[in-house]
Every structure is written in structure tokens, then in C-alpha cells.
């Protein structure tokens, strides 16, 4: 069985650029995470989808990043403008059930954004 | 304070030591307990959960619970060189609240 699949693995873009990042979930897993993983740090939650449905995105920051989860499967990243601080590793996680926040979560590679 | 607290290492065992990793948390009525192992470039994975106090053995591995101290631990018997990798604790938190929050992490390295 797949685990979660997410693109690009790698990016650089310059300030100001937008970039997008795609993730495609493990087949049946209806609850979706976005996280961000700075260098030494633990991963930080930007959204998490229950379904189709953004249940917490108090962490995402609205000015400038977006999300969509389009059908309840596969789930879009947005950045725009980019930012030098927004140089990180984006993590894209699923879990099995909805309705609930299990904490055993299945990860995706990450990609890995620079902002030069 | 923060809400998840590990001991950023690193933490050097001989193998075929006992690797011992800490971990506390703030809230006292947090709910669920998870330790990921994340390789370094590579993504966290799951290796252990804990629900309720006490000790849950899975192989090598034992997560302890302590709720009235608020703190839970890892244990690895038998260290190998591929333990070798950051280990992150994470928390759910109360019922209403129920956002899983990761610690820093605590690099370990078995030295063979």
C-alpha cells in the first residue's frame, strides 16, 4: 500500500515567488495535517482536514499561505509571497479516522522549500 | 512554558546500553502520548503510543506514563547504531483542545 505521496521534494524560489506543494494521503485516511518543521525543531501544525473540511487552521498564517483539500483526498499547500523565514521543511500527514484527533499519524517525505 | 519539553542532546549510549529519553508536558489533563523516531532528512514515524499510566513494551521499546508528574520516557534496551536518530515526543491535549503538539526532539547516538 502507498503512504502519503507529496511534491515537489525539493524547491527554491525567490522572494515574493508563490509556491505550491501537493500531498495525496494513504487511500482511506480521511484526516489530512500540514505541518512545518523547522531545522531542530519538532513539526508545528499549519491545518488539519477532517474530510473536506479545515477543522484547525488557527496556525496557518491567512495572509499569506492558503490550503485546499478538494474532494477529501488530495490536499494543495499554498504560499504567496514567499518569505526568507519561510524556508522549512512542509510536512503533509494523514491519520485513519475522522471526528477525532488520533495522534498516530502516517508522514509523507516533506518538501523542502528555501527561499533565497 | 512550553507545552511539550525534551532535552534537545545529544544523547550518547554504547551499544547494547539502555537508551533512556525524557519528556514532560504541561497540561495535566492531556489525554494521549506518542513517541515518533525521525532519521535525519527523513520524516518522523510512529513507534510508540501510550494511553494511560504505567509501562507498554513493544520490542526493544518501553513508553512509561506518569500523569501525576506529567512526564513520559522511552526506553530502548539493547541499543543498536540504527537507533541512532532524533526521537520526538508528542501530546494530544485535553478533550476540546485535542491538537497534537511534538516537542523538539532528542537526538540519540549509539556509538558502536
Known amino acids: 500500500e502507498a503512504g502519503v505521496v507529496q511534491s515537489p521534494r525539493y524547491k527554491i524560489i525567490e522572494k515574493k515567488q508563490p509556491v505550491a506543494f501537493w500531498c495525496n494521503p494513504i487511500?482511506?485516511?480521511?484526516?489530512l495535517y500540514w505541518y512545518l518543521q523547522n531545522l531542530g525543531q519538532g513539526p508545528e501544525l499549519l491545518i488539519r482536514?477532517?474530510?473536506?473540511?479545515?477543522?484547525?487552521d488557527s496556525q496557518l498564517p491567512k495572509d499569506r499561505f492558503s490550503a485546499e483539500r478538494l474532494k477529501g483526498v488530495d490536499s494543495t499547500l499554498k504560499i504567496q509571497p514567499a518569505e526568507l523565514g519561510d524556508s522549512a521543511v512542509y510536512l503533509c500527514?494523514?491519520?485513519?479516522?475522522?471526528?477525532?484527533?488520533?495522534?498516530?499519524?502516517?508522514f509523507g517525505e516533506g518538501s523542502r522549500l528555501t527561499v533565497l | 512554558q512550553k507545552e511539550v519539553e525534551q532535552n534537545s542532546g545529544p544523547l550518547s549510549v554504547p551499544e547494547g546500553a539502555i537508551a533512556s529519553l525524557n519528556c514532560t508536558y504541561s497540561?495535566?489533563?492531556?489525554?494521549?502520548f506518542f513517541w515518533y523516531r525521525q532519521y535525519s532528512g527523513k520524516s518522523p514515524e510512529l513507534i510508540m503510543s501510550?494511553?494511560?499510566?504505567g509501562d507498554k513494551e513493544d520490542g526493544r521499546f518501553t513508553a512509561q506514563l506518569n500523569k501525576a508528574s506529567q512526564y513520559v520516557s522511552l526506553l530502548i534496551r539493547d541499543s543498536q547504531p540504527s537507533d541512532s536518530a532524533t526521537y520526538l515526543c508528542?501530546?494530544?491535549?485535553?478533550?476540546?483542545?485535542?491538537?497534537?503538539?511534538f516537542g523538539t526532539g532528542t537526538r540519540l547516538t549509539i556509538i558502536p
Open positions: 500527514a494523514s491519520s485513519l479516522f475522522a471526528g477525532q484527533n488520533t495522534g498516530e499519524l502516517f
Open positions: 482536514y477532517e474530510n473536506e473540511e479545515a477543522v484547525d
Open positions: 508528542a501530546v494530544i491535549g485535553p478533550f476540546g483542545n485535542e491538537k497534537l503538539t
Open positions: 501510550i494511553y494511560s499510566n
Open positions: 487511500s482511506g485516511h480521511n484526516t
Open positions: 497540561d495535566r489533563v492531556s489525554q494521549s
